[in-house]
């Protein structure tokens, strides 16, 4: 069964991103415009998990969050384009789970709604670490870890290293990875790949001899797992 996100979001666009996103990744949604709308269909959606802008008309983030923490639960992540330490806490001390700053890059926002469902017993989505011989892939911390040590990494290689992971020895056509890791949105030279491809072969380069970022001519990419 579907898991259930309600989106609180004024700002229509920003909702509409994360609705479509969500709604790819499998989770049943309904959006709210402001914290009034937000409590009346918390009360006839019963969501699995709140998204929860901070900056609303009508009845605020923080006053939201604080009603349903009268009789509820149900894990909360603030959004908003605060960043100061003291917002945070603020959020956190008043029963929020999570706190993500403006502008978040959409991976990462649902790196964090796995995490926080998986952590409280809510999400049965497919494991977000991946571990290979000297590698170790994690979505849920965004890390890298190459024969033990962290390795910077740009998000979006992390992605497409952790997706080509994902399915060992499958094939991926360029289209498909920009689909799947810089989404549908995404309106750019496919050659990106390449760029991202090439960057990440530099830092696991004599890594291992179990498995390889492979190319495949004509065709694209893959992570091959190696016999014996």
């Not at 994360?18 to 415009?33: P, Q, R, S």
């Not at 001390?93 to 978040?104: H, L, N, T």
Request: glycine fraction near 8%; hydrophobic fraction near 40%.
């Amino acid at each position: 069964m579907a898991r259930k996100v309600l989106i609180v979001e004024d700002e229509s666009n920003i909702a509409e991103l994360i609705n479509l996103y969500l709604k790819k990744e499998g989770y049943e949604t309904m959006v709210a415009g402001d914290g009034g709308k937000a409590l009346e269909l918390y009360r006839l959606f019963r969501p699995d998990l709140v998204l929860l802008d901070i900056m609303l008309p009508v009845m605020d983030g923080w006053a939201v969050c604080a009603k349903i923490r009268e009789t509820d639960k149900t894990p909360i992540i603030m959004l908003t384009a605060k960043g100061e330490t003291i917002d945070k806490v603020a959020g956190l001390e008043m029963g929020a789970d999570d706190y993500i700053v403006k502008p978040f890059e959409m991976k990462e926002l649902l790196a964090r709604v796995h995490a926080v469902l998986r952590r409280l017993g809510g999400d049965e989505a497919k494991a977000r670490r991946l571990t290979f011989d000297g590698l170790v892939i994690n979505l849920d911390s965004y890390e890298l870890e190459v024969r033990g040590k962290r390795v910077d990494t740009p998000p979006k290689e992390l992605e497409l290293l952790f997706h080509l992971a994902s399915s060992p020895n499958r094939v991926f056509t360029r289209n498909q990875l920009l689909d799947e890791v810089w989404g549908f949105d995404y309106f750019g030279d496919s050659r990106t790949v390449d760029v991202h491809i090439k960057r990440l072969r530099e830092k696991l380069e004599g890594v291992s001899d179990q498995w390889s970022l492979k190319t495949v001519w004509g065709v694209g990419y893959k992570f091959e797992l190696h016999n014996g």
